[in-house]
Structures are given as C-alpha cells and as structure tokens.
C-alpha cells in the first residue's frame, strides 16, 4: 500500500503523501518539526494541536484539516486514522488500513512519558514503518525522573554561585519538556524568543511554569534564574549577555561522553524526544509486524539486528528526516559504537 520515492512515503490508493520532503497536493503530517513538515503542499493532515505550529512556520495561509486522535477519516477506501507518538505536543502515529492490510508510519516517537506530548501508543499491524535515531546498543536512556532531578540540582547550584542557567533544548518538544518539571521555587525562569513563539501557541492544558523572554536588559533578572534556549543560541552573542552562566545541553547524544565537550558545554543531560534502544525494540515488536520499514538514524544496523534477533523481514528505507541532531559532527565515540554494533 506504501511506497517510498522521490516525494517522500506515498500512499498509492488514497493519494496522499506521509511527511512528503518536496511539495505535493495533499501530505499527512505526523508532527510539526521541520525535516517533517515541510513548505509548499497544497493540503496539509495533522493532529489538531500541531496545526497552530504548521500555521506558525509554514505560513497562516496554509490549507489544514486537524484529526483527533482515534478519529478515522475514508481517503479513497483507505481507512486514515492517528494516534499518539509520544514525541511532542500534536505528535502522531498514522494508521491506515485498505484491503485487510494495515500499516502503521510512525514519525519520530518515545515511550518515555514526558507528561506533555499524549503518551506512545502500540498499534498493531502488518507493516511498521519505524525511526532509528538511537538505533544502537549504547543508547539506554536513564529514568526521565532522575534526569529532571539532575537539572534542578544543577540549576540551584548556579544560583547559589549567583549564575545563570542557559539550558538547551529544541523550541519545539524538548523545550516544552524541560520547562514542565523545573522546580520555580528556585527562580525565576525565562525562554529565549523562539520558544517563547511555541509557547504562545500551545493547546491549554499543558500546564508550563509561568516564564519571561530573556532580554539583556533585564540582566539582573537573570542572575540566579534559567533560560531555556534552543541549540541555535550556543556560542552567539545573545548568549554572552548573560554572564557569568552555566551551559547545560539536554539531548539523547548526552549518552556518550564527547558529546558534550564537542558542544562545549557545562554539563549534558541524557534527555531525548526518541526512542533509545530498549524503546525501539519494545516499539517494533509490539505493533506484531512482520515486515519492518527502518527510516533516518543507524537503519541499517537496526534493520539487520531486527532480521537476524527476531527474523522480521526488516529493511533500511532512505528518507530526508534528520532525527536528533544537535551534534554538527559525528563524535570518534559514535563511530566507535557504530563498528561494534555491525561486527
């Protein structure tokens, strides 16, 4: 029923693209990040709550329809419906079942609650088309609770030193995440523009800790407070007005210890909006599919660890999403991990 080619993933019988990388007239978006929803398509498919964030980069001009989640909705006999990620606010898995056959395209996902995005639910099917971003051994995520605990601790050590915390985190999801378990009784907590845009538009019920743009003129605000930033800001002046500070950077890459150096921050924290790989393969084997589709991430090492463990019929798709990718270089570790995984 699906088909990968030069657009992106086509439903061939309904006429209609999932997550398409160039234009075409009617795309289903499973979430609103950029390397999966993209300018130019005539119509645009999503949840309901990710259609203020397609309006917001995309343009206000943009054709939209928004489904709930569960919501089916007929698309030339094929059976269309979306379901949770996990991966941030709006994010959804697509289901759509024709002829008896249901395949399941899941976007990026977690199984991670973070207590913001609708939790990941396990669809069962016959076809899965599934991310790899941590699609490796080496990613074992710590207990998203132990990790905001490190963030908070981290933080009130700043402010005792009278510092300021910057901590990054993508504008959209991870931004979200890091704000909802901050402790305010600290501080005071400031965003920088780009989140503070995100922010404005999320549905009500998200329940974010009152913040303020941060501004160098309010410098003395600052000192002692946070200020969630995405990765764009490191090593700009924006972020120099605020010293003396501490950098802090949240993402699943924290796993490996050249990270954070490469990046040269303060401290890392191993908090993604992806799956690590005990997530993956709970993930792929739940759904019951027996033929696996292994999208943007280690797909090849993946796809042959899910042929040769489990006897799927697994294979590497290549696409244009680019998963977490906060490292602009692939560290020495990585590479390292990468060599173990395929001897």
């Known amino acids: 029923m699906l088909k990968f080619d030069r657009f992106g993933i086509f439903c061939e019988p309904a006429g209609v693209y999932i997550d398409p990388w160039k234009p075409v007239d009617r795309a289903i978006i499973t979430h609103a990040h950029s390397d999966h929803a993209r300018w130019g398509s005539k119509h645009y498919l999503s949840h309901h709550d990710s259609i203020p964030i397609l309006k917001l980069r995309l343009g206000a001009e943009i054709s939209t329809q928004g489904l709930h989640y569960g919501e089916t909705l007929m698309m030339n006999g094929v059976k269309v419906s979306l ?8 994010s959804a898995q697509v289901r759509l079942e024709y002829q008896g056959k249901v ?23 016959d076809h899965f088309v599934t991310e790899s971003t941590f699609g490796l051994p080496v990613y074992n995520f710590p207990e998203p609770a132990s990790v905001h605990a490190d963030i908070n601790s981290w933080w009130r050590s700043n402010a005792e ?9 993508y504008a959209l999801g991870k931004a979200q995440r890091i704000m909802k378990h901050l402790d305010a009784s600290i501080g005071g907590i ?3 523009g780009a989140v503070a845009n995100i922010n404005r538009i999320l549905p009500e019920g998200t329940g974010l800790p009152q913040a303020a743009p941060a501004f160098d003129f309010i410098r003395k605000e600052t000192q002692g407070a ?12 924006w972020l120099k ?9 949240c993402s699943g890459w924290m796993q490996l210890r050249g990270a954070r150096r490469r990046r040269g921050a303060d401290r890392g924290f191993i908090l993604s909006d992806h799956c690590d ?14 033929n696996i589709y292994v999208t943007h991430g280690y797909k090849s090492i993946y796809a042959k660890w899910l042929r040769d463990e489990y006897k799927l019929n697994a294979v590497e798709v290549d696409t244009l999403y680019e998963g977490e990718n906060i490292e602009e270089n692939k560290p020495e570790e990585i590479e390292q991990a990468e060599g173990s995984a395929e001897a």
């Open 83 to 90: 379901h949770p990620a996990g991966h941030i606010t709006g």
């Open 103 to 125: 395949w399941v395209v899941s976007g990026d996902y977690k199984l991670q609650d973070d207590e913001v995005s609708a939790p990941f639910e396990i669809i069962k099917c």
């Open 161 to 169: 030193q009278g510092k300021t915390s910057i901590i990054i985190g």
């Open 190 to 192: 400031y965003t920088h």
């Open 226 to 237: 946070i200020i969630v930033a995405p990765p764009s800001a490191i090593g700009t002046p």
């Open 241 to 249: 007005r605020f010293e003396p500070y501490s950098l802090g950077i």
């Open 277 to 290: 790989w005990p997530q993956l393969n709970t993930a792929v084997l739940g759904t019951g599919a027996e």
